[in-house]
Structure formats: structure tokens, C-alpha cells
């Protein structure tokens, strides 16, 4: 079995803050794929990043950065300099190395205040 | 270019009815997954269509069963819908088979069951 947990249900930041989501999983695997999605309010998930359990470099793509860290098995996401627009829903998903499998956390619900 | 496409976007059904909903994929895309989103919670994965088969299914009963055609646009059915269904239903394409592949969304159909 496999589980994904991000803890934080809901965070609240004025923007330009920095923020950072954590996404916690468990998984037998050692081959697996971590993902982030976004869900605005229009309801339509938005890819954000998939990382393979053997790269784990971070990534920074404009404002969005990602810390993967096997030995804590963990993979979080960090806005830097956070906008209004940043409020949503983040996902965090894991899929197993036989790719049949495929669970998302509950979701942190993100507000960026003005 | 389109992206992935859902009809209807609301739907209410009483206990007992079925039900079918519809998604076309983003050009390009030969696969489509769907998912279940019950609100506050994060998507499950229902199952995944490839080559007009069912390849993988996470784990929900078999009233929900679904079609792929030949133009890869999909139906999910629902038969004997309890309460529970009631959720946002989500349609997914991509390429290729695999869930670990990057997946575009639609904006979903929001399915109220009385």
C-alpha cells in the first residue's frame, strides 16, 4: 500500500511571503514518481512537476522550487515571493514503479492575501 | 488547440439511476484516466483507458465501468448511484499508456446525486 500525507489542510500568507507545502509519502517502491498539481478555483488540476525517486536534485522553475528528499521520504514545494494568484489547492501524487497505482494527498489549500 | 473537454458540466441524478459522463482528450493524447474528487479530498483514481481497454483501475466497484472509442474520447458510467457518488468526476488525457506520465485535466462534471 501506499500513502501520501501533506498536513497542512489549509495556510494562509500576505503576499510576497515565502511559503513552502509538505508532502509527505510511503511507498515499498524504489522506483516511484512524485508529483505536484495545482487546482484553482475553476476546478481543473494544473501540472505542475514530476520527479522519478532517482533524481534527486531540486528544481527551481521561476517563483516554484522543489525539495525532494528520499531519506525523509519527503517532496516539498516551496513559493518564493508568493502572489494572489498562488491561491489554490496543492496536490501532492504518488505513483508506483509498476505504474498501476496512483494516490494524491488531501491537498493543502493555499490563500495568498493581498 | 483544445485541451481535454468534459460534458456535462453539472449533472443531478436521484439514488438508483445511472449516469454517464463524457470526455474528450487533448489533441495529440491517445490515453484518458478519470478520477473522482468527493469535496475537500483530494482525486482517486477510478481508471485509466488505453487502445479502447481498461489497463489500470484503482479501487472502486464495478457500477463504474467506462468506454474508450476509436477517436480516444471516453465515457465514465455510473450505475445504481448512492449518495456517496455524489463528487466531482475529472477526466485526464495523455500519452501513452501509464499514470506516471504527465496528465492534463479537464474542468470536470459535477455530479449531485439526491
Known amino acids: 500500500a501506499q500513502k501520501v500525507t501533506q498536513a497542512q489542510t489549509e495556510i494562509s500568507v500576505v503576499e510576497k511571503e515565502d511559503v513552502t507545502l509538505d508532502c509527505v509519502y510511503e511507498t515499498r517502491d524504489t522506483t516511484y514518481y512524485l508529483f505536484w498539481y495545482k487546482q484553482p478555483p475553476s476546478g481543473e488540476l494544473v501540472f505542475l512537476i514530476r520527479r522519478n525517486s532517482f533524481d534527486e536534485q531540486n528544481e527551481i522553475s521561476g517563483r516554484y522550487s522543489w525539495n525532494f528528499q528520499k531519506s525523509t521520504s519527503s517532496f516539498n514545494f516551496t513559493i518564493t515571493a508568493s502572489q494572489v494568484v498562488d491561491s489554490a489547492v496543492y496536490f501532492c501524487?504518488?505513483?508506483?514503479?509498476?505504474?498501476?497505482?496512483?494516490?494524491f494527498g488531501g491537498g493543502t489549500r493555499l490563500m495568498v492575501k493581498p | 488547440d483544445a485541451g481535454v473537454t468534459q460534458s456535462p458540466t453539472h449533472l443531478i441524478k436521484t439514488r438508483g439511476q445511472q449516469v454517464t459522463l463524457r470526455c474528450s482528450p487533448k489533441s495529440g493524447h491517445d490515453t484518458v484516466s478519470w478520477y473522482q474528487q468527493a469535496l475537500g479530498q483530494g482525486p482517486q483514481f477510478i481508471f485509466q483507458y488505453y487502445e479502447e481497454e481498461e489497463r489500470q483501475r484503482g479501487n472502486f466497484p464495478d457500477r463504474f465501468s467506462g468506454h474508450q472509442f476509436p477517436n480516444y474520447s471516453s465515457e465514465l458510467n455510473v450505475n445504481a448511484l448512492l449518495l456517496g457518488d455524489s463528487a466531482l468526476y475529472l477526466c485526464a488525457s495523455s500519452r501513452g499508456q501509464g499514470i506516471y506520465n504527465e496528465q492534463f485535466f479537464g474542468p470536470g462534471t459535477r455530479l449531485t446525486v439526491l
Open positions: 501524487a504518488l505513483v508506483n514503479n509498476a505504474g498501476n497505482m496512483l494516490t
